[in-house]
Protein backbone atom coordinates (compact mmCIF):
# COMPACT_ATOMS: atom_id res chain seq x y z
CA UNK A 1 0.00 0.00 0.00
CA UNK A 2 1.00 3.19 -0.27
CA UNK A 3 2.33 5.14 2.60
CA UNK A 4 4.48 8.43 3.86
CA UNK A 5 7.22 8.47 6.80
CA UNK A 6 8.11 11.93 7.81
CA UNK A 7 10.77 12.81 10.62
CA UNK A 8 9.31 12.84 14.01
CA UNK A 9 9.42 16.31 15.30
CA UNK A 10 9.00 19.09 17.14
CA UNK A 11 11.91 20.62 15.50
CA UNK A 12 13.35 23.87 16.97
CA UNK A 13 15.52 25.78 15.15
CA UNK A 14 17.40 29.84 15.88
CA UNK A 15 15.49 32.14 13.29
CA UNK A 16 18.16 32.53 9.79
CA UNK A 17 18.84 28.33 10.61
CA UNK A 18 18.57 25.70 7.60
CA UNK A 19 15.85 23.61 7.72
CA UNK A 20 15.33 20.43 6.41
CA UNK A 21 12.36 17.86 7.12
CA UNK A 22 12.58 14.47 6.28
CA UNK A 23 9.80 12.65 3.73
CA UNK A 24 10.29 9.31 2.27
CA UNK A 25 7.20 7.54 0.54
CA UNK A 26 5.87 3.67 -0.34
CA UNK A 27 3.92 4.05 -3.43
CA UNK A 28 2.85 1.55 -6.80
CA UNK A 29 3.39 3.64 -9.67
CA UNK A 30 4.57 6.83 -9.86
CA UNK A 31 3.15 9.16 -7.10
CA UNK A 32 3.06 12.52 -7.64
CA UNK A 33 4.12 14.42 -3.45
CA UNK A 34 3.30 17.42 -1.72
CA UNK A 35 3.97 19.34 1.01
CA UNK A 36 1.23 20.84 2.74
CA UNK A 37 1.31 23.36 5.80
CA UNK A 38 -1.10 23.99 8.77
CA UNK A 39 -0.21 27.15 10.64
CA UNK A 40 -1.34 28.04 13.83
CA UNK A 41 -5.00 28.38 13.86
CA UNK A 42 -5.35 27.99 10.01
CA UNK A 43 -6.27 25.20 7.84
CA UNK A 44 -3.99 23.27 6.01
CA UNK A 45 -2.34 24.70 2.35
CA UNK A 46 -0.51 23.50 -0.03
CA UNK A 47 3.15 24.83 0.43
CA UNK A 48 4.28 22.93 -2.86
CA UNK A 49 4.35 20.03 -4.93
CA UNK A 50 6.26 17.59 -7.79
CA UNK A 51 4.60 15.13 -9.64
CA UNK A 52 7.43 13.60 -11.85
CA UNK A 53 11.07 12.16 -10.89
CA UNK A 54 13.64 15.14 -10.46
CA UNK A 55 10.75 17.84 -10.39
CA UNK A 56 12.13 20.75 -8.07
CA UNK A 57 8.91 22.67 -6.07
CA UNK A 58 9.85 25.84 -4.63
CA UNK A 59 7.68 28.46 -3.00
CA UNK A 60 7.86 31.13 -0.01
CA UNK A 61 12.00 29.95 -0.04
CA UNK A 62 10.99 26.61 0.73
CA UNK A 63 12.28 23.57 -2.07
CA UNK A 64 11.80 19.80 -2.54
CA UNK A 65 12.99 17.70 -5.18
CA UNK A 66 11.14 14.33 -5.75
CA UNK A 67 14.12 11.95 -5.79
CA UNK A 68 13.13 8.46 -7.35
CA UNK A 69 15.84 6.39 -6.58
CA UNK A 70 16.05 7.43 -2.98
CA UNK A 71 12.14 7.44 -2.53
CA UNK A 72 12.47 11.28 -0.50
CA UNK A 73 11.06 14.25 -1.02
CA UNK A 74 12.69 16.23 1.82
CA UNK A 75 11.67 20.14 2.57
CA UNK A 76 14.34 22.71 2.48
CA UNK A 77 14.39 25.86 3.83
CA UNK A 78 18.41 27.91 3.52
CA UNK A 79 17.21 30.48 6.26
CA UNK A 80 13.53 29.73 8.86
CA UNK A 81 11.85 32.86 10.03
CA UNK A 82 9.48 33.35 13.16
CA UNK A 83 6.54 33.22 10.75
CA UNK A 84 7.75 29.34 9.34
CA UNK A 85 6.33 28.15 12.63
CA UNK A 86 3.78 25.43 11.61
CA UNK A 87 3.18 21.85 11.57
CA UNK A 88 4.27 20.54 7.55
CA UNK A 89 2.91 17.26 5.98
CA UNK A 90 4.30 15.09 3.40
CA UNK A 91 1.63 13.76 1.03
CA UNK A 92 1.25 11.49 -2.02
CA UNK A 93 -1.27 11.37 -4.92
CA UNK A 94 -0.48 7.67 -6.53
CA UNK A 95 -1.10 8.16 -10.48
CA UNK A 96 -4.83 7.91 -11.67
CA UNK A 97 -5.69 8.44 -8.25
CA UNK A 98 -7.62 11.35 -6.41
CA UNK A 99 -7.17 10.42 -2.47
CA UNK A 100 -4.00 11.79 -1.27
CA UNK A 101 -1.97 9.71 1.86
CA UNK A 102 -0.50 11.88 4.31
CA UNK A 103 2.23 11.77 7.09
CA UNK A 104 1.95 12.18 10.43
CA UNK A 105 3.15 15.92 10.27
CA UNK A 106 6.67 17.67 11.61
CA UNK A 107 6.07 20.59 14.16
CA UNK A 108 8.62 23.40 13.08
CA UNK A 109 8.95 26.32 15.80
CA UNK A 110 11.71 28.97 15.04
CA UNK A 111 12.90 30.75 17.88
CA UNK A 112 14.52 34.73 18.08
CA UNK B 1 -12.61 34.47 -2.11
CA UNK B 2 -14.26 33.05 0.65
CA UNK B 3 -12.43 29.78 2.11
CA UNK B 4 -13.74 26.35 2.80
CA UNK B 5 -16.04 27.08 5.85
CA UNK B 6 -16.25 24.27 9.05
CA UNK B 7 -18.93 23.84 11.95
CA UNK B 8 -18.55 24.06 15.10
CA UNK B 9 -15.01 24.89 15.82
CA UNK B 10 -15.16 22.49 18.78
CA UNK B 11 -17.47 20.13 20.58
CA UNK B 12 -17.00 18.18 23.34
CA UNK B 13 -19.97 14.80 24.03
CA UNK B 14 -20.05 12.02 26.17
CA UNK B 15 -19.72 8.68 24.70
CA UNK B 16 -22.94 7.34 22.97
CA UNK B 17 -24.49 10.55 22.12
CA UNK B 18 -24.38 12.02 18.53
CA UNK B 19 -22.86 15.12 16.52
CA UNK B 20 -22.94 16.56 13.46
CA UNK B 21 -20.53 18.44 11.58
CA UNK B 22 -21.29 21.10 8.76
CA UNK B 23 -18.96 22.01 5.90
CA UNK B 24 -19.55 24.54 3.31
CA UNK B 25 -16.77 24.50 0.64
CA UNK B 26 -15.79 27.08 -1.68
CA UNK B 27 -18.18 27.97 -4.55
CA UNK B 28 -17.70 26.03 -7.44
CA UNK B 29 -15.68 23.57 -6.23
CA UNK B 30 -17.06 19.93 -7.60
CA UNK B 31 -15.13 17.85 -5.02
CA UNK B 32 -15.58 17.73 -1.48
CA UNK B 33 -13.91 15.63 1.35
CA UNK B 34 -14.12 14.95 4.81
CA UNK B 35 -10.70 13.69 6.43
CA UNK B 36 -10.09 12.51 10.54
CA UNK B 37 -7.16 14.25 12.02
CA UNK B 38 -6.49 12.22 15.00
CA UNK B 39 -3.49 13.70 17.41
CA UNK B 40 -0.13 12.54 16.42
CA UNK B 41 -1.56 11.09 12.90
CA UNK B 42 -1.62 12.37 9.97
CA UNK B 43 -5.44 13.44 8.14
CA UNK B 44 -7.37 10.15 7.03
CA UNK B 45 -9.77 10.33 4.31
CA UNK B 46 -12.84 9.29 5.17
CA UNK B 47 -15.39 10.00 2.38
CA UNK B 48 -15.47 12.16 -1.22
CA UNK B 49 -18.00 13.63 -3.33
CA UNK B 50 -17.43 14.65 -6.56
CA UNK B 51 -21.15 16.90 -6.81
CA UNK B 52 -23.38 15.11 -4.67
CA UNK B 53 -22.20 11.72 -5.48
CA UNK B 54 -20.04 9.30 -3.65
CA UNK B 55 -16.29 8.65 -5.04
CA UNK B 56 -14.82 6.92 -2.15
CA UNK B 57 -16.26 5.88 1.39
CA UNK B 58 -14.10 2.81 1.74
CA UNK B 59 -12.33 4.12 5.31
CA UNK B 60 -15.73 5.45 6.48
CA UNK B 61 -17.19 3.20 9.74
CA UNK B 62 -20.48 2.95 8.03
CA UNK B 63 -21.76 1.41 11.40
CA UNK B 64 -21.51 5.14 13.18
CA UNK B 65 -20.78 7.49 10.92
CA UNK B 66 -22.62 9.21 8.30
CA UNK B 67 -22.20 11.52 5.24
CA UNK B 68 -24.65 13.51 2.98
CA UNK B 69 -24.04 16.38 0.06
CA UNK B 70 -27.92 16.48 -1.03
CA UNK B 71 -27.63 19.43 -3.14
CA UNK B 72 -23.47 19.22 -4.50
CA UNK B 73 -22.89 22.38 -2.40
CA UNK B 74 -22.84 21.70 1.66
CA UNK B 75 -22.32 18.56 3.39
CA UNK B 76 -23.30 17.02 6.84
CA UNK B 77 -20.89 14.91 8.62
CA UNK B 78 -22.39 12.45 11.58
CA UNK B 79 -21.50 10.32 13.95
CA UNK B 80 -24.13 8.40 16.01
CA UNK B 81 -23.23 6.79 18.27
CA UNK B 82 -19.73 8.27 18.80
CA UNK B 83 -17.23 6.35 20.85
CA UNK B 84 -14.00 7.33 22.69
CA UNK B 85 -11.53 7.09 19.42
CA UNK B 86 -13.39 9.26 17.77
CA UNK B 87 -12.22 12.14 19.48
CA UNK B 88 -10.22 13.68 16.62
CA UNK B 89 -10.17 16.85 14.43
CA UNK B 90 -12.51 16.21 11.42
CA UNK B 91 -11.24 18.17 8.37
CA UNK B 92 -13.21 19.48 5.36
CA UNK B 93 -11.92 20.25 2.20
CA UNK B 94 -13.04 21.14 -1.52
CA UNK B 95 -10.89 21.37 -5.02
CA UNK B 96 -12.52 22.29 -8.05
CA UNK B 97 -12.22 19.51 -10.39
CA UNK B 98 -11.40 15.84 -9.74
CA UNK B 99 -8.74 15.75 -7.15
CA UNK B 100 -6.50 14.20 -9.32
CA UNK B 101 -4.19 17.32 -8.82
CA UNK B 102 -4.26 17.18 -5.13
CA UNK B 103 -4.17 20.66 -4.95
CA UNK B 104 -7.23 20.87 -1.88
CA UNK B 105 -8.18 23.59 0.21
CA UNK B 106 -8.97 23.13 3.78
CA UNK B 107 -11.30 24.49 6.68
CA UNK B 108 -10.29 24.82 10.02
CA UNK B 109 -11.36 21.44 10.93
CA UNK B 110 -14.35 20.78 13.38
CA UNK B 111 -12.47 19.35 17.00
CA UNK B 112 -14.55 16.56 18.33
CA UNK B 113 -13.95 15.63 22.27
CA UNK B 114 -15.21 11.92 23.21
CA UNK B 115 -15.92 11.59 27.22
Known amino acids: GNSVTQMEGPVTLSEEAFLTINCTYT??????LFWYVQYPGEGLQLLLK?????DKGSNKGFEATYRKETTSFHLEKGSVQVSDSAVYFC???????????FGTGTQLKVEL | EAGVAQSPRYKIIEKRQSVAFWCNPI?????LYWYQQILGQGPKLLIQ????????DSQLPKDRFSAERLKGVDSTLKIQPAKLEDSAVYLC?????????????FGEGSRLTVL
Open chain 2, 27 to 31: SGHAT
Open chain 1, 50 to 54: ATKAD
Open chain 1, 91 to 101: ALLTGGGNKLT
Open chain 1, 27 to 32: ATGYPS
Open chain 2, 93 to 105: ASSLGTGRTGELF
Open chain 2, 49 to 56: FQNNGVVD
